[in-house]
């Protein structure tokens, strides 16, 4: 019993650590705007999901060349951090593109929000299950 109560809470957990880990990702895609050469990092938050909640193969299907060659997260483990689609290219060699970088930070940013809040609502919902109220 106590482990169906727990599984989602497990679940949304493990969420909150790997958008805390893209968050990282973004972050570090923007305070490296401007270095020469540096190529933009990203991962498929999906697959590593899947990995990391063991809900999944984890094996990406790409059907064309410009896909991540390699996301998803070993379970338990640091997903696999694949090569940003370079959508304005630059003559130094960056392919941070600050405009979808920013939209990527926002948008892990109220997902990481949301998740924090489902977890304190399933919170929530334990104690006063467990409380009687």
Do not use: C, W
């Not at 990092?41 to 697959?47: E, T």
């Not at 960056?94 to 109220?110: C, G, K, P």
């Amino acid at each position: 019993m106590l482990d169906q109560m727990t599984d989602r809470l497990d679940f949304h957990a493990k969420a909150l650590v790997l958008r805390s880990q893209r968050q990282q990702v973004i972050a570090s895609n923007i305070a490296n705007a401007d270095t020469p050469g540096y190529v933009a990092r990203d991962f498929d938050f999906a697959s590593a999901l899947k990995n990391a909640t063991g809900t999944g193969t984890g094996n990406a299907v790409t059907t064309d060349p410009r896909h991540f060659s390699s996301v998803g997260a070993p379970p338990g483990g640091d997903p696999k951090l694949g090569y940003a689609v370079q959508t304005q290219p630059a003559q130094d060699g960056n392919s941070v593109d600050l405009d979808r970088e920013r939209a990527s930070f926002v948008d892990n940013t109220i997902r990481y929000e949301s998740t924090l809040r489902f977890i304190n609502g399933h919170v929530k919902t334990m104690l006063s299950a467990i409380t009687g109220q």
